[in-house]
């Protein structure tokens, strides 16, 4: 009996090494056949999704959060680029690094959207990582469009749902049009937007591309906005961009303030003015006959 154990302890010592030896196609090795793992890298947002958050310059890890843009939300991002890795710093406001990213997100956000962005109720704004992030590594822009509740001076972020993509390809509510003119010593201090069915007398006429140049202080620094502004009237309602234009129509410039002047944005929102009458109508196209010389 001792001698049958014995033998039965021997086979199974000789079982185990052999299961210890190399089998077909194994060389013992347990760890040199896993595939390496990636090298870490920095935290890049995505595009193209929703944050239910509005955020003011600067995104943490912690604060990314994208949600799909059926979710009701308030920032959707267009696009995502990059700065240069070797820049050691963020890039500051008014610096070329920041306004070629604003340069690069304008175009982008009205490729996105089907139309300039301006001429919808729309904002577009640039995301960059906080300091800790840019200190690890993280060296991209977002490109975020948020909806606003007007494009005056009082303007809220909504709440939406629903992709931005494509909305200003045709009509949209989004879009600018016909307004109320709320003015007082013959300046307009507010535009109040209306069905061009009702009674109004202000209509929203595109956007002008101001040059690059210092923001407009004196009377004389907005002398080229107004004249660019009656040149997208003239070319909107269809009637020449003349001396008697200023006649025709007076002319509502909007610029953006002096920060997002600061980091590129040159688009200047233009509407005309009919100081003297209402409409009923839209006057776009409606030529001389739809914007006649006023004769007070």
């Not at 935290?43 to 310059?57: H, M």
């Not at 939406?160 to 045709?170: A, E, I, V």
């Amino acid at each position: 009996m001792r001698r049958v154990i014995g033998s039965l302890a021997t086979v199974v010592v000789a079982v185990l090494l052999a299961g210890c030896a190399a089998a077909s196609g194994l060389d013992g090795d347990l760890t040199d056949d896993w595939a390496a793992l990636p090298a870490a890298a920095p935290f890049t947002p995505a595009a193209e999704v929703c944050q239910v958050a509005d955020f003011a310059g600067t995104v943490t890890l912690a604060d990314y959060r994208p949600v799909d843009c059926a979710v009701p939300h308030r920032v959707e991002t267009v696009h995502v680029g990059t700065f240069p890795a070797a820049r050691p710093t963020p890039p500051t406001n008014g610096s070329a690094e920041l306004r070629g990213a604003f340069a690069e997100c304008d175009t982008r956000a009205s490729g996105y959207v089907g139309d300039d962005w301006r001429a919808g109720r729309l904002r577009l704004a640039v995301a960059l990582p906080s300091r800790p992030g840019w200190t690890a590594g993280s060296r991209w822009y977002r490109c975020d469009l948020t909806e606003l509740s007007t494009v005056e001076a009082s303007a809220t972020v909504l709440v939406r749902t629903g992709s931005l993509r494509g909305t200003l390809k045709g009509a949209s509510p989004l879009r600018l049009g016909c307004q109320q003119a709320r003015a007082a010593g013959g300046r307009v201090e507010r535009l109040l937007p209306v069905p061009c069915g009702t009674r109004h007398d202000a209509e929203f006429v595109g956007v002008w591309r101001a040059p690059d140049r210092p923001y407009p202080v004196r009377q004389e620094d907005w002398l080229p906005l107004y004249a660019g502004c009656n040149t997208a009237l003239a070319r909107y309602a269809g009637v020449p961009d003349d001396v008697q234009l200023r006649i025709r129509s007076a002319v509502v410039v909007r610029p953006p303030g002096p920060g997002r002047w600061a980091v590129g944005d040159r688009g200047v929102r233009c509407y005309l003015w009919l100081s003297d009458r209402t409409v009923t109508a839209s006057l776009k196209g409606a030529g001389p006959a739809g914007l006649p010389l006023r004769t007070r």
